[in-house]
């Protein structure tokens, strides 16, 4: 009998988590914020709003993902989003760079803004029709941001439904140029906007609840051209040739070397020129895109990018004089910054990651610390606390034409996004 008591003792022992467990002694866990938080009546009832609002917020997500939003041509999307938000008792209005911006006005002047950005990485005319198939929903952008998006329209219409009322002000943002060389403008707008009043930015994107993205990854995109003569293929072969120059620099350039740690990484992504296949090209031009979670790193790339170049074209150049071709038939080179994304990184007691931690485990939800490009990027750099979560369900083939979304498990996301926003903001009673 001793034995199993003993055996009993150490079994429990094992299943309480570490955090309860000091200096040998057994002590009772500490006591979630967020369990206080759930037994407020209204958000209870908000909690509840959101178990019965999934199949709506489905519904909303199809509509909007089914709408093109390219980054800068944001306007039908953002249009469908504004009545949207104007459904949920909103003050709605749309900024200079394309936001949809819905205020619910608290007691304070405070802002917690809650974001979800627009566009998508598909260009115009890009099928959209969003496809059923069993439990999976097939389309371009149904998940990044079609999730995001329906999110933030479906936590807005469940405090209106709730009737909850908050300490600080609720901003709800669709927000414009997330995706490539959008740059982030529509963050950076809002930003400026309420410069001095937010005190969190949670911005929602994708579907992914397994994931808390506090560290923003610090990344540059350059454009190089490249323009010279131009010629007929034959009559005037051994002219400088800005797409091999190019090409000669892209192959210098990939030999890169990168570390580890901290994680580094370059891709050409685009590579455009020439008219004709029997035309010498007159310009070409790549555009590359430089990451890395340190950005010291960054300058090195880009220093061995412009060194690759210089290679390309100087190569490039003495095949031309060699062909016999004069000097003055020379190529000419332009780089162009198309974006800068800063780092940052959530501070590890930064009440926000302790809100949405406290969140996850009263849910129950298991979920690990990120480093991402996101709209978070850019509250973080300025020392605004900032997170990106997603909406809920679950996701894959992001950025392609084979992207889908399964909706199961969405109302943990709602909710997430939900108790971490009022955790934050605070009740007004």
Known sequence: MLQVLLVSCILSSMAMP???????????????????????????????????????????????????????HEEARGAAVKKLFGSAGLKTRVDSAGNVIGERPGSRRDIVLLSAHLDTVFPAGTPVRVRKDGRLYHGPGISDNGAGLAALVGVA?????????????????????????????????????????????????GASIEH???????????????????????????????IHALSRSVAKFVQT????????????????????????PGQASIKVDLRSEDETQLDTLESALHQ????????????????????????????????VRP????????????????????????SRLERSSTDANVPLSMGIPAIAIGG??????????GEWYDPKGRELG????????????????
């Not at 590579?271 to 035309?279: C, D």
């Open 157 to 205: 219409r469940v405090l209106r439904d709730a009737r909850i009322r908050t300490q600080m002000t609720l901003v709800f943002a669709a927000n414009t140029g997330e995706e490539g060389e959008g740059n982030l403008r529509g963050m950076r707008k809002l930003l400026e906007t309420y410069k001095g009043r937010v005190r969190a930015v949670i911005a929602i994107d």
């Open 414 to 429: 709602l909710k997430r996004v939900l108790l971490t926003a009022l955790a934050i903001a605070g009740l007004e009673r």
């Open 18 to 72: 570490l955090s309860s467990m000091r200096a040998g002694a057994l002590v009772a866990a500490e006591p979630n914020p967020i369990d206080a938080l759930l037994r407020e009546s209204t958000v209870s009832r908000a909690v509840e709003a959101v178990d019965r609002s999934t199949g709506w917020v489905l519904e909303q997500q199809i509509q909007l993902t089914e709408i093109p939003a390219p980054t800068f």
């Open 212 to 242: 808390i993205t506090s560290m923003a990854l610090a990344s540059r995109r350059i454009e190089v051209s490249l323009s010279g003569p131009g010629g007929h293929s034959w009559a005037d072969f051994g002219l400088p040739n800005p």
């Open 308 to 339: 690759a170049v210089d290679a390309g074209v100087e190569e490039e150049m003495a095949a031309a004089r060699k062909a016999g071709h004069p000097e003055a038939a020379r190529l000419e080179v332009k780089y162009n910054l198309l974006g």
């Open 392 to 401: 809920g369900g679950r996701a894959g083939g992001a950025h392609t034409l």
């Open 343 to 366: 780092g940052g990184e959530l501070a590890a007691n930064a009440p926000l990651l302790e809100a949405i931690r406290n969140v996850d485990r009263a849910l129950g939800n298991r």
């Open 257 to 280: 070397h990168v570390p580890d740690n901290p994680r580094t990484t370059f891709n050409v992504g685009v590579i455009t020129g020439g008219t004709t296949v029997n035309s010498i």
